[in-house]
């Protein structure tokens, strides 16, 4: 909670401007409740564990689509060292194609529709 949650606020913001919404998973770690606390006071917008099933479906786009792209590019077999790691990393993110970009952001508008179609049924 010290070290890790208070640089989320700000690297949303810097990344996503401030009108995101953050959200975790059914991570134990997540659902603690001095967690939840501490991100209900500081998160202008949080979706509590309560209000988001654990096997509901992810609606980030990195975490079903481009991670598996973005891990596919490395080049794992060149990683010997903390330096490798950060070249190779940021190969791979040059290297995503705008294909890939877009065809995620289009899963991810059909994913909000399926779910508020579902009407709190949770697709699995």
Known sequence: I???LPIAP????????NDGTFQQDGARPHTHAKSQEWCVKHFPSFIEKDHWPPNSPDLNQLDYCIWNEFAQLAKWDTVTSKTTLITALKRAVREISQDAVEKSCASWTNRLHRLSQDKGNYIR
Do not use: A, L, Q, T
């Open 2 to 4: 010290k070290e890790v």
């Open 10 to 17: 700000k690297f949303g913001n810097d990344m996503f401007g």
